[in-house]
């Protein structure tokens, strides 16, 4: 009880999100996907990629219940926070943040859904076209499309196998982009 009044369990929690939101951001900044399989370099590229990491890390919580659901909503909160932050430093004004914000969100969730359907089916073609069509929607042919999909299942496998005691702990690991089977 004294723990509470004083913080100290609140702190401690803070402390393993921000654990766990630097481990998720540091992971969808891999160089790799930036200057080998051509994700633009942009700032609506690296929400792409930071909102694919999200959704993997929020795959990977989702049925369980307890510390686990409490860290995946909180997280999600982080995100979109730090997406509300971001734009503001991109200049955005107070006015135009919320739209702007409701855009993103909805591009969030949309591409969740196309992911979670394509990884639940097995569908390594249909998760290639989402991942294609959403982050080089400019680009006819995106070859490096295939190797990020590779990625994205690996990552799968490899969430899946981290014991979640583990995770709402503070810890999680994701494998390095280079290493994926192409």
Not at 131 to 137: E, K, Y
């Amino acid at each position: 009880m004294f723990q509470r009044l004083f913080g100290r369990e609140r702190h401690a929690n803070r402390a393993i999100t921000d654990a766990l939101y630097a481990q998720i951001v540091a992971a969808a900044r891999q160089t790799a996907f930036y200057s080998e399989w051509n994700v633009p370099d942009t700032p609506l590229g690296r929400f792409e990629m930071l909102s694919l990491h999200m959704f993997l890390f929020q795959h990977r919580l989702r049925g369980e219940g307890g510390a686990a659901q409490e860290v995946a909503q909180v997280l999600i909160d982080e995100f979109f926070l730090d997406v509300d932050h971001s734009l503001r430093e991109l200049g955005i004004g107070d006015v135009g943040v919320p739209k702007r914000m409701k855009k993103l969100a909805k591009m969030y969730y949309g591409r969740t859904a196309a992911y979670d359907d394509a990884l639940e089916r097995n569908d390594h073609d249909g998760l290639t076209a989402a991942l294609a069509r959403n982050i080089r929607p400019d680009a006819g042919a995106w070859p490096q499309a295939s190797q990020l999909a590779n990625y994205v299942a690996d990552v799968r496998r490899q969430l899946a196998a981290q014991p979640s005691e583990s995770i709402v702990s503070g810890t999680v690991a994701f494998p390095l982009a280079r290493e994926v089977d192409r």
